[in-house]
């Protein structure tokens, strides 16, 4: 899709040469920390809820957005592992509207190429999220124009867990040794088997952190923080992102 060389340094992300040049900046697979929904609502003196609300609106936006610039794959941070520490009306707030997400969004999904997937132990959700999920991933596994990936009751180190669970199961069958295990034995062992590699990590709302999110396919991706709180976070922000990203010089530990 990249229509002609990214021009280095071309200030404002809506100048024409912006919008001639690649949109991705060569990016295939972004993912992003969607954090600030209870700042954004505490800001307005509104109740946290509708934060979460306003939440949804900005990924519906971005994931619509994503599509059109060509980017391949979007990893987004919806519910932690630890989010489960939250008073149990938020997380029936934030349960609530994963159902309504779902539903509304799913032929819109399927009518854009969108393939859903979801990283996480999504089966410990309520039932009927399961079923809704399953549903989801069946109708649009054979879309191919981005992939969605929602990151639901998802923590890396669990992930990770549950990779060397599956691997020291295999080693026991006899499938192979244990000094035969190698960095693709781990990666196609992830939730994120798959993807392309990581290319670019956002956090929005000013915190510089990586809770507990993809650290392994974050090896050697590119971190940009925002201030923006994720309510607010639109299409001129992602392009920002992506501009920082292609001004960076990765190295991958050459020179
Ligand atoms: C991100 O916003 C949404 C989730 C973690 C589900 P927060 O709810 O964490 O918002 P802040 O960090 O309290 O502002
Ligand atoms: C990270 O945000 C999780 C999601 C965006 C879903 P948190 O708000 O839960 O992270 P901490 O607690 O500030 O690290
Ligand atoms: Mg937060």
Wanted: aromatic share 8%.
């Amino acid at each position: 899709m990249r229509l002609m060389p990214t021009k280095k340094g071309s200030g404002d992300p809506d100048s024409d040469m912006a919008q001639v040049a690649d949109p991705t900046h060569g990016a295939r697979h972004i993912a992003i920390i969607m954090d600030g929904n209870g700042r954004w609502a505490k800001k307005k003196h509104l109740p946290r809820a509708l934060g979460h609300k306003k939440g949804v609106e900005a990924v519906r936006d971005i994931v619509r957005v994503a599509g059109e610039m060509g980017i391949e794959a979007m990893t987004l941070y919806a519910f932690s592992s630890e989010n489960w520490n939250r008073p149990a009306d938020e997380i029936t707030d934030l349960m609530g509207l994963l159902r309504q997400y779902i539903q509304s969004d799913i032929d819109e999904f399927d009518e854009n190429g969108i393939r859903l997937k979801v990283i996480g132990n999504y089966k410990a959700l309520d039932s009927d999220i399961v079923q809704l999920i399953e549903g989801a991933l069946e109708r649009t596994a054979k879309n191919d124009r981005m992939t969605l990936a929602i990151a639901l009751n998802y923590g890396a180190q669990n992930e990770m867990l549950r990779a060397v669970q599956s691997i020291a199961a295999a080693v026991k069958k006899g499938d192979f040794e244990p000094d035969e295990i190698d960095v693709s034995h781990v990666s196609d062992a992830l939730d994120t088997a798959g993807l392309p590699p990581l290319d670019l990590l956002i956090r929005t709302s000013g915190e510089l952190r990586l809770s507990n999110f993809l650290l392994w396919q974050a090896a050697y991706s590119e971190l940009y923080f925002t201030d923006t709180l994720w309510p607010d976070f639109d299409k001129r922000e992602l392009q920002r992102a992506l501009k920082s990203f292609g001004d960076r010089d990765r190295r991958f530990g050459g020179r």
